[in-house]
């Protein structure tokens, strides 16, 4: 008798796994589990299941589908290795500033106001850079307005134009740069470069100084390292 009942037993748990595989098989074959044509074997849990995920998909609004499948913007706090245009966009318009914050800005405003947020950022580092350097007055203000034989490091200092500017959205995204250059970006632009000139020149100077980086409308130039040797 213990031998029927296990060979019973045995052959009803056969039939189950067989007919949930059939039932598994011939699901997975439709393009329309869930349609008005159900098979008669779809457990009707599973129909109604499916059928409540989908009613609920279609309700999300669109402008939430495109949040959740739009990658995030950076957040304000957090600065990038190299300035962006959606980082600088999601940057707080800085509420005024020392002297030296405004001749940084004033210097990027008439230097590099059409160039990217890239461009600007390497326009900075120069000014930056030349603080570092000895051989130029250790201050912003100092740098932009310094006088050589004559004539302005920077020719907008000096050219006889009014020095004003707007302050409109042009200004206020080169004075994001200069904000977050003086908070400490790193100048990862232009490897130490001290000059600079637009493409369209060609300045006697270029051709003993080493070219670092082009960037926009700018190449970037640093002096060659001295060794024991020179």
């Not at 980082?87 to 030296?100: K, L, M, R, S």
């Not at 000139?197 to 190449?219: K, Q």
Request: aromatic share 6%; with cysteine.
């Amino acid at each position: 008798m213990s031998v029927l009942k296990s060979w019973t037993g045995g052959a009803l748990l056969l039939l189950a796994l067989a007919g949930g595989l059939r039932a598994e098989v011939t699901v997975s074959q439709s393009n329309d589990p869930i349609g008005t044509a159900q098979p008669d074997f779809a457990p009707s849990s599973l129909v109604a299941l499916l059928s409540q995920e989908r009613s609920g998909f279609d309700s999300v609004p669109a402008s939430r589908i495109t949040a959740i499948t739009t990658a995030p913007r950076p957040k304000a706090g957090e600065a990038p290795g190299v300035l962006t245009e959606d980082w600088i966009a999601a940057q707080p318009v800085p509420a005024g500033g020392d002297q030296q914050f405004q001749c940084l800005t004033s210097a990027l405003y008439h230097e590099a106001r059409g160039e990217s947020v890239e461009g600007q950022q390497a326009v900075a580092e120069v000014i930056l850079n030349r603080v570092d350097d000895g051989r130029f007055p250790q201050t912003i203000c100092g740098v932009v307005h310094q006088r050589s034989g004559g004539s302005c490091q920077f020719s907008w200092a000096c050219d006889g134009r009014s020095d004003a500017v707007r302050r409109d959205a042009t200004y206020e995204r080169v004075a994001k740069v200069a904000r977050a250059m003086l908070d400490g970006m790193p100048r990862s632009l232009t490897d130490g470069a001290t000059f600079f000139h637009a493409r369209s020149v060609r300045p006697s100077w270029s051709n003993r100084f080493v070219n670092t980086a082009e960037i926009g409308a700018h190449l970037f130039y640093r002096r060659p390292i001295q060794t024991a040797s020179n």
